[in-house]
Structure formats: C-alpha cells, structure tokens
C-alpha cells in the first residue's frame, strides 16, 4: 500500500501544523491509505546538547490559569504538570521552546529569559 498524502510542517508553526494534522487525518478516513507527515525539527533531546547556554523557561501566571488542564491533558509537554488545585505548573525540564503559549487561551503562559546564541539553527540542523 502506497503512501499518497506527504507534508512537511513546522511543529513551532502551532496553528498551521494543527491543521496539516487535521487534513491528513481526513485524507486518511477518506482513502483509506496511510498519510506522512514529516517534521522539520529535530528531537530536543537532540538539540539540547549542543546549545550552551541558560535556556529560557515557561512559568504558569498561578492569577490567569483557571486550571482548564487543556496544557497538561492535552497538549502533553511533559513539563507541565497538574497542581492539587488544576492549575499548570512547569518545572526545570521545560527548554523554553513557547509552544505551550500559544496553547493556553488564558494567556497564563510566558517565557522567561532570551533564547541563546544559536537555538533557532540547532533544530534545524
Ligand atoms: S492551559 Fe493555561 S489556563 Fe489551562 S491549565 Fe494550562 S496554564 Fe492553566
Ligand atoms: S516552553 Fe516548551 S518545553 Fe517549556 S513547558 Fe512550554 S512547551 Fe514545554
């Protein structure tokens, strides 16, 4: 069985690969066939090795998170981690990538500190 649906996204591109996602998902159901998605950057684990430097951070704003649980149950980062209370909570782990900001519709989420010299191009090597 031949692949017929091939995209290439930008995971970092969040609404745009929501909805590449969407129609391969769908050109699936209705062909049939198994689609490809391929993701332009690399794995973290990857990548973290070879940045130096202090990463930026993503802290939860505890007044804005309503403890919707749509960061932790949803969009799965595994730095982000349930409170007692529901809200969000973001530890060491995080690598300050900003995805999760775009996820929240609370806009309880914020990065702290700069990228360093070189973090754009290493996910793309
Ligand atoms: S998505 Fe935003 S509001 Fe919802 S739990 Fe996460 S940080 Fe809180
Ligand atoms: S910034 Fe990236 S690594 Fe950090 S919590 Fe958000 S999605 Fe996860």
């Known amino acids: 069985m031949g692949i017929g649906y091939t995209k290439t996204y930008d995971p970092f591109e969040l609404k745009e690969s929501y909805g590449i996602?969407?129609?391969?998902?769908?050109w699936i159901?209705?062909?049939?066939?198994?689609?490809?998605?391929?993701?332009?950057?690399?794995?973290?684990?990857e990548v973290l090795p070879k940045i130096k430097g202090q990463l930026p951070l993503a802290i939860v704003n505890?007044?804005?998170?309503?403890?919707?649980?749509?960061?932790?149950?949803?969009?799965?980062?595994?730095?982000?981690?349930?409170?007692g209370n529901k809200k969000a909570f973001i530890d060491d782990t995080c690598i300050g990538c900003g995805a999760c900001v775009e996820v929240c519709p609370f806009k309880a989420i914020t990065i702290e500190?700069?990228?360093?010299?070189?973090?754009?191009?290493a996910w793309l090597d």
């Open 21 to 26: 996602v969407k129609d391969a998902s769908q």
């Open 29 to 45: 159901k209705d062909n049939s066939k198994p689609a490809l998605l391929v993701s332009r950057r690399s794995c973290a684990l």
């Open 62 to 83: 505890e007044d804005k998170c309503t403890g919707c649980t749509i960061c932790y149950d949803y969009f799965t980062c595994p730095s982000i981690l349930p409170l």
């Open 113 to 121: 500190g700069e990228k360093p010299e070189g973090w754009d191009a």
